[in-house]
């Protein structure tokens, strides 16, 4: 069974600097492209960032402008988000995915970030 289980959410002051982590289970991280995407109420999932396998290039949403950056470690099946400079326009709940070969998702955790 896919887990993806997301931890380091909360409230973060404005120009904080959390970071994500996404364990993985129930399948084969290493081949595996993985991201991290968030959502709003009442909007759609919006990418935030995306890394490849086996040391693929990642790929960032334009609203990041370098504050973010994503990576992996597969052996201990993990994904990491690291932020930087955060606003209150990054509150959001932040899901990790599986994008490839097939699309699971986490349960989420939620950042706020008050103005």
């Known amino acids: 069974q896919v887990q993806l289980v997301e931890s380091g959410g909360g409230l973060v002051q404005p120009g904080g600097s959390p970071k994500f982590s996404c364990v993985a289970s129930g399948f084969t991280f290493s081949i595996y492209h993985m991201g991290w995407y968030r959502q709003v109420p009442g909007k759609e999932h919006e990418l935030v960032a995306t890394?490849?396998?086996?040391?693929?290039?990642?790929t960032y949403g334009e609203f990041v402008e370098g504050r973010f950056t994503i990576s992996r470690d597969d052996d201990k099946a993990t994904v990491y988000l690291q932020m930087k400079n955060l606003k209150p326009e990054d509150t959001a709940m932040y899901y990790c995915?599986?994008?490839?070969?097939?699309?699971?998702w986490g349960q989420g955790t939620q950042v706020t970030v008050p103005s």
């Open positions: 995915k599986t994008t490839w070969p097939s699309i699971h």
């Open positions: 890394i490849q396998s086996y040391g693929g290039a990642p």
